[in-house]
């Protein structure tokens, strides 16, 4: 069964930085794109960064400037650099990959469990 198992999350002050890590495991054939998704209580769920397979990246216009997405191909590993935190980007982080599963055949998106950030004084 694929896995997508994200960490990194926690409690940090405004102006801090946190760094997240989701990790697939399972048997896959290909790891296309990758993508960091996000959700405060209340609200909607926001695409905050995405990675294609050739490195190109894509940021919600909030967080230019300050996250920074990048992935090992050789560890199945999706990042997300966070600096300059504000308390707006309180929320719970989902990790997501297109992937062509190796006993499916077939195209899918997975998603992982989800890691708290809290940016708060």
């Known amino acids: 069964q694929v896995h997508l198992v994200e960490s990194g999350g926690g409690l940090v002050q405004p102006g801090g930085s946190l760094r997240l890590s989701c990790a697939v495991s399972g048997s896959i054939f290909r790891n296309n794109a990758m993508t960091w998704y996000r959700q405060a209580p209340g609200k909607r769920r926001d695409l905050v960064a995405s990675?294609?397979?050739?490195?190109?990246?894509d940021y919600l216009d909030s967080v230019k400037g300050r996250f920074t997405i990048s992935r090992d191909n050789a560890k199945n590993t999706v990042y997300l650099q966070m600096n300059s935190l504000k308390p707006e980007d309180t929320a719970v982080y989902y990790c997501?990959?297109?992937?062509?599963?190796?006993?499916?055949?077939?195209?899918?998106?997975?998603w992982g469990q989800g890691t708290q950030v809290t940016v708060s004084s």
């Open positions: 997501s990959a297109e992937l062509l599963v190796t006993s499916t055949g077939k195209v899918g998106h997975y």
């Open positions: 990675i294609t397979d050739d490195f190109r990246t």
